[in-house]
């Protein structure tokens, strides 16, 4: 401003300081210079050399400034800006793509970035850590934000067409597989957990037949006839070519969307928009749970 106008008092002015202020701290940047960048004249103030080597870089830094200004102010009204969205592997393959979809289209400018874990342990550690704005997984015990209930995920048995139980209709008891190998997860994945606990309730500790680190791989390699897995319903695909069937009892896990305490306009807005789009069943799955191939 002071090399743009020739002068501290008018320049000062703009900017709405002291002239004295003004002129205090341009002797600052001065010194930590190590050269002058105005020759002060008795009416007048001109750039220096070293002033005019170093005016288009301060001049840029300030146009950037002024572009971080604008960016944090159109974040404000959700206008543009960038999420991190952190959740749970079968989250990403059965409850988010759909309202994910829909906030792309109501949002196109805000960039979001998703980050997966094997576990909701590691989610809500990752959430705790700071790692991502909103978590979508299995509800967190003790969290002290912002949290909504999604309700109940149900999780069903896969198998192929020609199980020997395929035919069956209605719920199963787990225990009817209790001799069977099945399609496993990798130790430490949150489903590989859930698997053991529903079947020790069950009474039995499941056999493996082999273990996938890939949650979508499970139903497909259990169609496939290597074994009965145990998935929620929500990832099963649409052309899914084996069976599926609900257990008795019921086998859930709660589910929940939860963001960082203080959270922006921005990630208060995608928490209620995914919290009101999520799905826990989707229409074709209950289909396939109440129908015979």
Not at 180 to 189: D, K, L, T
Not at 237 to 247: D, S, V, W, Y
Request: glycine letters at 6%; charged letters at 20%.
């Amino acid at each position: 401003m002071v090399a743009e106008l020739g002068s501290f008092t008018r320049a000062a002015e703009e900017l709405h300081v002291s002239q004295p202020a003004l002129s205090s701290q341009i002797a600052v940047l001065e010194r930590e210079i190590g050269a002058r960048l105005f020759d002060r004249l008795s009416r007048t103030v001109h750039l220096t050399p070293a002033g005019r080597a170093m005016f288009p870089y301060a001049k840029a830094s300030l146009a950037e400034a002024q572009r971080g200004m604008s960016a944090t102010r159109q974040t404000a009204g959700l206008e543009i800006g960038e999420l991190h969205v952190a959740t749970v592997h079968s989250a990403t393959l059965g409850l988010l793509p759909r309202p994910l979809r829909l906030w792309r289209q109501a949002r196109p400018r805000i960039q979001l970035q998703l980050h997966e874990h094997r576990h909701g342990d590691e989610l809500q550690a990752a959430m705790s850590a700071g790692e991502a704005d909103v978590a979508i997984g299995p509800t967190p015990s003790n969290w002290y934000g912002p949290l909504t209930n999604l309700g109940s995920e149900e999780l069903v048995i896969a198998v192929s067409n020609d199980d020997p139980l395929a035919q069956r209709r209605g719920p199963l008891e787990l225990n009817r597989f209790a001799d069977r190998s099945w399609v496993h997860f990798a130790p430490g994945h949150g489903l590989a957990e859930a698997l053991d606990n529903a079947c020790s309730k069950s009474g039995f500790s499941p056999k493996v037949a082999l273990r996938v680190e890939q949650t979508a791989s499970a139903p497909l390699l259990a169609a496939c006839g290597l074994g009965p897995t145990l998935v929620p319903a929500s990832i099963i695909p649409e052309n899914f070519e084996g069976r599926i069937f609900a257990t008795s009892p019921a086998t859930i896990r709660t589910m929940a969307v939860y963001s960082r305490p203080n959270g922006d306009m921005l990630t208060n807005a995608f928490h209620d928009f995914v919290a009101a789009k999520i799905e826990l069943m989707p229409a074709y799955v209950y289909s396939l749970l109440h129908s015979r191939k």
